[in-house]
């Protein structure tokens, strides 16, 4: 534990800025290093923003070289949830080739004995810390496995197993909610449980729990459902980080250690909808869902907001508006969700951030496309 609590302080000071960095495997994205917006308009999706198609292609040009998914505004370092990202990005394009060398990159600068992945690398020393952090596991076991399908490779499908049965055997834990998804190794030393509800992917424990008929998997599902419901029931928005007991009960925190700034709904928390809207289960859409009423109090969205739904911060994120349009499609509302996404390109355009720009190509994907294994449209509508 101790190393990744080290890695998230050091990437809050290297970052600058007054927030919390949120976890072994991320860092804040900061909305800076801006660089002139694309004017093309190729590719358009309904409303004008480009389609799910150009922001994977556009997101693969612009950060991923040698097989390696470049954190081009936060020093030019990798991460494994990048490198998860990737691998996603790449699969729903269909570009095997890309796909191919993101995986190979990551096998070999990232993977260790254990099958999971190595938190960060840098040019400078290479592997800089070697703790795993669960949702780029979890992210890179999912797109294995479906890429072994799509792609006919089954040493993906074989890699992509033998990485969910070390997420399951090391990266779990049982309380009296269900069995949940602790960040990573490190987090498993002792209850209360540090837990982030944006790391659980419906998607993912379906796709795993197919691919490997272990039944821990349908365990995973609905624990985290649970433990996501009790947040929700407890606040207006899920926060970054949250400390669950053995006896189920969650108490929301600012840092994954407990300590340090406000607690918000920010950089990991904005993902959650985005992950329960993509699940073909009502009960998980549902509550991405619950907060939309809450989301859509201001048109115009804060990178960082209070669990009552006011900005703590004057800075802006793709992220924002496509965790909205997930929680605004999973209740229907697809008008609604058709702005936002709009508003996310628009934000990750104006200002390109390797964080903002994934979750630009991702969100998209998700919410209009079954490609990677959801169920967010039920009209077709495919990118």
């Known amino acids: 534990m101790t190393s990744a609590l080290v890695a998230v302080v050091a990437v809050a000071l290297t970052i600058g800025i007054a927030i919390v960095a949120t976890a072994p495997g991320r860092s804040t994205d ?37 097989g390696r998914v470049v954190r081009t505004d936060q020093g030019g370092d990798t991460v494994s949830e990048g490198q998860a990202y990737g691998m996603l990005v790449a699969l729903a394009s269909g570009d095997q080739r890309r796909f191919r060398s993101i995986w190979s990159w990551t096998r070999q600068h990232l993977q260790g004995d254990d099958h999971l992945l190595a938190w960060r690398w840098t040019t400078e020393g290479g592997t ?40 399951l055997d090391r990266e779990t834990a049982q309380t009296d909610a269900g069995r949940i998804l602790l960040p990573g190794p490190w987090a498993a030393t002792g209850q209360p449980y540090a837990y982030d509800a944006s790391y659980a992917s419906p998607v993912a424990f379906a796709v795993l729990a197919k691919a490997t008929g272990d ?44 300590t340090g700034g406000p607690v918000v709904y920010g950089w990991d928390a904005m993902r959650m909808p985005l ?71 628009r934000t990750a355009a104006t200002t390109h951030t390797y964080y903002g720009d994934a979750w630009a190509a991702l969100g998209a994907t998700m ?16 990118s």
């Open 30 to 66: 900061t909305e800076r290093a801006a660089q002139p917006a694309s004017t093309a308009t190729s590719g358009s999706a309904p409303g004008g923003r480009r389609s799910a198609a150009t922001l994977r292609e556009d997101f693969l040009d612009r950060y991923v070289r040698g």
């Open 128 to 167: 800089a810390d070697e703790q795993s952090a669960s949702d780029a596991d979890l992210d890179a076991a999912r797109a294995l496995v479906l890429a072994g399908e799509r792609f006919d490779r089954p040493s993906y499908t074989t890699a992509g197993k033998q990485m969910a049965s070390a997420i």
């Open 215 to 258: 039944p821990r998997w349908e365990q995973l599902e609905r624990g985290s459902h649970a433990v996501t419901g009790t947040i929700l029931a407890n606040a207006a928005l899920p926060s970054d980080w949250s400390q669950v007991h053995q006896d189920g009960t969650v108490d929301p925190m600012p840092s994954a250690n407990g």
């Open 275 to 345: 992950r329960y809207a993509e699940s073909c289960t009502a009960s998980d859409r549902a509550l991405a869902g619950s907060i939309a009423p809450t989301l859509q109090r201001n048109t115009q969205l804060a990178a960082q907001l209070d669990l009552g739904g006011t900005a703590v911060t004057d800075s802006t994120s793709a992220l924002a508006y496509a965790a909205r349009a997930a929680s605004e499609q999973a209740t229907g509302s697809t008008t609604a969700a058709s702005r936002d996404l709009l508003r996310a390109d």
């Open 367 to 382: 919410l209009t496309s079954d490609v990677l294994g959801g169920c967010a449209t039920s009209s077709g509508g495919a």
